[in-house]
């Protein structure tokens, strides 16, 4: 939410900066750019970012995609101790209060939202109530014009279905060429389509309503449609005279409705109105060069704000089409490399502070890193931070388990990433923004407090069960390749044990555990299983599973 509103924000100041370029040319094109920066705040920050291609980092086309944890006597996970498997332990779970903090911000924005919008239903019932005792009036005109018995001031209103509201006594208090040129400021509003645009910025304001900027740019639309619409009437002929001296009147003897989808003839700053109407100034139409150069800030400010705001793609996706298990030989090497004795060295603990920030390893474990003074640690999602020493200027290891870290850097020199080294396999990790790895410990928090399974894994299991049971082995089409790879090296164990379970009876979810991981407990005829499944990949294939049969 925040780099949305803070990219918002910047294509709003970019919009004002650009109207004040405009200032001598028509009101059309001033409230064009304020209207496209209000349509910016409707416009999630995902669906920019899915735009911009991203590359994958420098040197990560060499590095193994390996599971978060495989079929196994046991869960394998980073940093998981050999006698405690991760995710398992009643140590780490991560207390969570009943109603979280982000659960009371959406409460408290969905309640605001409610009373913006039930404060335009109330008016436009009002209206619709004035609506209904008014009657046509035989004007020539594109579309209806009625006249209603209250004494508010003319407005178009609708969006479907428009119409031109006119209070009774109007051709009593003004002349015939003041009524025309009011008439003609209600025509400008329905060619303008200004009630659907009024509409579209409503919405903002009652998404947005925590936001000040929001309603301010709503003041600035107003005035600068109300100003296009009086530039439209003097173009169509009418005296600079006769036209300040109608919608002066409509002022003095009718109220402003205020309706949620109408546009009335006296709104926005009356002096600064007739100032403009007077002087004739701000009519001057937009030459190319002028539209080009705005045409290029606004594209400019567009990009720069998906280019700093976006998040990385997640670097364990990028890498999924190329995944692939290590063979028995460089597995063990691998191996034997990660649990041999290390030693540290002298580290100056300012060069640590390039390597502080966040890693996603899965869609939702992301590694932490940081420094407390002269020491180092890296913190699982889910999972106590373990210290960490250093081995080399890019390399750390931890004394907890046999595994290490080392820190990966882009073409630039910048630190892309991290490789996690254990149990014989490396696991990526890309670096992201704060932001993302808050937002999705913030989702997890959620699921953990609410107690909901992650999308799609009841359905994974099921398949998986189903086809032992048929075909006695899983069902390597919707598993990641690497653990696919990891399956076939199980299947005569993981076939016996299913063979043994009997038929399959039911499944019930458990919990959600701290590393973002489901606990089911699976019922058979013959014994029980419990199933512990990571989240599925963006493309909906099983990363990880763990089956552990219960006596």
Known sequence: ?????????????????????????????????????????????????????????????????????????????????????AGSASTHVIAASPLHSS??????????????????????????????????????????????????????????????????????????????????????????????TAALHKLVQTLFWFYPPVWWLGARLVAEREQACDEAVLAAGTGAEVYPEGILKVCRFFAQPGGACASGASGADLKRRVEAIMSGRGTFPVGRTKKTAVSMALAGALSASILFAAPAVPFAHAQASNAMSPTPAEHARLL???????????????????????????????????????????????????????????????????????????????????????????????RVAKSVALAAEAALQMRIAQNIASPGSAAAIRSQIESYERTGHARYS????????????????????????????????????????????????????EIIIVPLSSDGKVTGIFYHPIP
């Not at 109207?19 to 094109?29: F, I, V």
């Not at 970012?49 to 995609?65: E, F, I, M, Y």
């Not at 990891?486 to 076939?495: D, E, L, M, N």
């Not at 043994?500 to 489901?518: H, I």
């Open 1 to 85: 939410m925040l780099d949305h509103l803070w990219q918002s924000t910047l294509i709003l100041c970019v919009a004002g900066g650009l109207t004040l370029a405009l200032r001598r040319n028509g009101a059309c094109a001033r409230y064009g750019l304020w209207f496209a920066a209000s349509m910016k705040f409707l416009v999630p920050l995902a669906a920019l970012t899915a735009l911009v291609p991203r590359p994958a980092a420098s040197g990560a086309s060499s590095l193994l995609r390996l599971p978060l944890s495989a079929m196994a006597a046991r869960l394998s996970a980073p940093f998981a101790t050999e006698s405690q498997p």
């Open 103 to 196: 659960t009371l911000l959406l409460v408290i924005w969905a309640l605001g939202c409610a009373a913006v919008l039930l404060s335009w239903l109330l008016r436009w019932r009002q209206m619709r109530r004035v609506l209904s005792a008014a009657r046509p009036l035989p004007l020539a005109a594109p579309i209806p014009i009625i006249e209603c018995q209250a004494a508010l001031e003319p407005s178009l209103v609708g969006i479907r279905r428009p119409v031109v509201m006119l209070p009774r006594g109007l051709a009593e208090r003004l002349s015939e060429a003041e009524t025309r040129a009011v008439l003609g400021h209600e025509l400008a509003h329905y060619r303008r389509r200004d009630t659907l």
């Open 336 to 430: 034997a490399e990660q649990t041999r004795p290390q030693k540290e060295v002298p580290f100056n603990p300012a060069d640590f502070d390039k390597y502080v920030g966040y890693y996603q390893l899965e869609t939702a474990v992301f590694f932490h890193v940081f420094r407390r003074g002269d020491r180092y640690f890296a913190q699982l999602t889910g999972q106590p931070a373990v210290e960490q020493y250093p081995e080399s200027p890019t390399e750390f290891f931890a004394t907890v388990v046999p595994a290490q870290i080392s820190f990966v850097s882009n073409s630039a020199g910048k630190i892309s990433g991290l490789v996690l080294h254990q149990n014989g396999n490396l696991m990526p990790a890309q």
């Open 478 to 529: 919707r598993m990641s390749s690497a653990l696919a790879a990891a399956a076939r090296q199980q299947t005569a164990q993981s076939a016996a044990l299913f063979k043994q379970l009997g038929a399959f009876e039911s499944l019930r979810f458990f919990k959600v555990m701290p590393n973002g991981a489901d606990d089911y407990l699976a019922t058979f005829a013959h014994g029980r299983l």
